[in-house]
């Protein structure tokens, strides 16, 4: 992948930066942010997040799973108690809940992990270690013919440095 | 010490403290981003306090890991029980420890979910202290089961014999709480920690612990990609985590309140042991964080307004389990049943009076000191207070535990009991086990949450604001307090 990276001091003028980006559909823009902020994703449009899918499904599997264990088991080996009913429900309950959290709370992280792309493996291009200290990163996939008016763009809304990535 | 009656002013008084929604309490003397990470990084360099500290801790583990080589080789007979009481010190420190782990999880989910801002600079300690409270809490039933490495047999596995657990029995559902917190706890600080490790990965220059910390950030770049599903992703599991950690209590509380015993069959059991729960992990939030505070020169990191709003809680859940305490006596009464009537009783009047009074004016009557906005902004009282709650919810286990198995229904049944060195070896040991690992993490890896802090500083903007005048993210301005009379020293 090549585009130009960019650094910016400032939260505005990264967001007014990418918005311009957009705006002039200059490539695919990729922002680093120390900590997450509201004012990238409103800028970047982008759609939420599919991981809510991953947590149904796993929670869904989950409690299926919990209430199937334990009824299934007392049905194996019966230990009928003054004829009271083999599988009860209601202490079932709590291991179909507890199955439940386990299973939908590990899917939620495996989702998190599929749809973020983490591990990985390298840091790729585009990429600065200063992103995760206090600087705001701004990298727009572009093609070398178009390197120029991006970084001009970048430089006019206040980049601290900007760079071409091969 | 402040006194208790001293009234706080009118708007001009200039003593008077501002009342600040516990929503609103921000970090006015950080300033950026950069202050954060230097700031909080510097904490992680290990200090001669530090090795000392962590070199009591492990000796206090080994007593505990001694007496648990002495009682495997001699036998439970060793723990001091003898019929009728066959649950002593382990069961009650069992369950003193899970309670120290729910605060953790309150903190980190549940007030995550209500947006409450005074969680952000104490959830990381919180959380690391739940997971390594339950860590400990699940040694005593696998101490108490006499053969330890049978243990496995409670989960459910195929297995050569055909045999299943009974899931009918508190003891399995025991398991899958535990396991299911103790599993659930560790991931949701671990997915805190991932953008944190990322920090130190960019800025650690030796190549072997900037190896090591690669591996544990899980190469994260803090794109927006990332950050998008990550904070969809936390929310989930703190959406999961608040049914979870009034579920695991709740469970625990069956561990009695299944049995027909006098003093445990009642049904209040469970909403009592989860504010019970969450005032003494507070209280332990207080013994931990007190003192990291001032040797960590973090003051305006966990500023007084924190306190006062952790405070306000301790509060809360001491009137709830006091109310217990007291519904618990009318619930015998009103309930006609003999045997409870003359439990309780017997509980404050009876052979374990003492106790019993321990437990009441530690979580009843200190706590009520916490109306006092004064003292609710006394570090030193606060750091007492902590240990007297701590001894006081230690107690009520006991009360819980003891009286009601040595005075059953039948007067045969009655008898007495005293701890063996044993059992407190294993107590002392639950400390060392406890802290050794909770000081390892300190200097391993950060003890407040630098992605989540920076969240709430003002970022830096473009000539536009200062941000050195203590305006906070929402335009109001907050004056940092420094320094105040009854600082914990």
């Known amino acids: ?166 | 010490m402040a006194t208790l009656a001293r009234p706080v002013g009118g708007a001009g008084d200039p003593h008077r403290r501002p009342n600040i929604a516990s929503a609103d309490v921000q970090l006015p003397a950080v300033r950026d981003y950069e202050q954060v990470d230097n700031e909080i990084v510097a904490t992680m360099r290990p200090t001669g306090g530090w090795f000392a500290g962590l070199g009591l801790a492990v000796v206090c583990m080994l007593i505990g890991a001694s007496a648990w080589v002495y009682q495997i080789y001699w036998g439970l007979g060793q723990a001091g029980y003898e019929p009728p009481l066959m649950w002593g010190v382990y069961i009650i420190t069992f369950v003193f420890w899970v309670g120290i782990g729910h605060a953790g999880t309150l903190i980190s989910a549940i007030l995550y979910l209500f947006r409450a801002g005074f969680r952000t600079t104490i959830y990381r300690v919180s959380e690391a202290m739940t997971v390594f409270a339950v860590m400990t809490a699940g040694l005593f039933p696998i101490i108490h089961i006499g053969r330890p490495w049978k243990f496995f047999w409670l989960i459910p596995y195929p297995n050569w014999r055909l045999i299943w657990p009974n899931f009918k029995s508190p003891l399995v559902w025991d398991v899958f709480a535990i396991s299911t917190y103790l599993t659930i706890s560790t991931t949701f600080l671990y997915i805190g920690l991932i953008p944190d490790i990322a920090v130190l990965r960019d800025r650690e220059t030796n190549p072997v612990r900037k190896r090591i910390f690669s591996i544990l950030s899980l190469g994260w770049r803090n794109s927006d990609r990332e950050w998008r599903h990550f904070a969809r992703a936390y929310l989930f599991l703190a959406a999961f985590s608040t049914p979870l950690v009034l579920s695991v209590h709740s469970v625990v509380s069956f561990d009695f309140a299944m049995g027909l015993t006098p003093g445990w069959h009642a049904s209040i059991f469970p909403p009592y042991f989860v504010a019970g729960a969450i005032f003494s992990g507070f209280a332990m939030v207080w013994t931990i964080s007190i003192p990291m505070r001032r040797w960590f020169g973090l003051k305006h990191y966990i500023t007084l307004n924190h306190l006062d709003a952790t405070a306000k809680v301790v509060l809360f859940t001491s009137l709830v389990v006091g109310s217990a305490y007291l519904i618990e006596f009318f619930i015998a009464w009103y309930s006609g049943v003999p045997a409870e009537i003359e439990y309780f009783y017997n509980r404050v009047f009876g052979q374990w009076w003492w106790s019993a009074w321990i437990l009441l004016i530690c979580n009843m009557v200190f706590p009520l000191s916490l109306f006092s906005q004064q003292l609710r902004r006394n570090t030193t009282w606060l750091f007492i207070l902590s240990i007297i709650i701590n001894i006081g919810m230690w107690y009520e286990r006991f009360v819980i535990v003891v009286p009601s198995l040595t005075h059953e229904f039948e007067p045969w049944q009655w008898g007495g009991y005293l701890p063996s060195w044993v059992d407190m070896c294993f107590l002392v040991g639950s400390f060392g086990w406890f802290f050794m690992w909770f000081l390892l993490f300190t200097k391993q890896l950060p003890v407040f949450a630098l992605a989540e802090i920076k969240e709430i500083i003002p970022p830096k903007l473009k000539g536009t604001h200062k941000h050195d005048d203590h305006i906070d993210v929402t335009g109001k301005h907050q004056a940092f307090e420094p320094d105040t009379p009854g600082e914990f020293a």
């Open chain 1, 1 to 166: 992948m090549q585009g130009v990276l960019a650094a910016f001091r400032e939260l505005d003028a990264a967001v007014h930066a990418v918005e311009e980006l957009k705006q002039k559909r200059v490539g695919d823009v990729t922002v680093y942010t120390p900590t997450p902020r509201h004012e990238f994703e409103d800028a970047l449009g982008s759609p939420s997040s599919a991981v809510r899918r991953f947590t149904l499904v796993g929670g869904l599997l989950g409690v299926t799973f919990g209430y199937w264990i334990a009824i299934w088991t007392s049905e194996y080996w019966p230990l009928v108690v003054g004829g009271k009913a083999i599988a009860s429900w209601i202490p079932y309950t709590i291991i179909g809940f507890e199955v439940m959290v386990l299973v939908g709370a590990l899917s939620t992280v495996f989702g998190m992990f599929y749809l973020a792309r983490v591990p990985r493996l390298t840091m790729t291009v585009g990429y600065d270690p200063r992103f995760s200290h206090g600087d705001y990163g701004v990298f727009v996939a572009t093609t070398p013919d178009k390197f120029q008016a991006a970084e001009e763009l970048l430089r006019r809304h206040g980049a601290a440095e900007v760079r071409g990535e091969r």
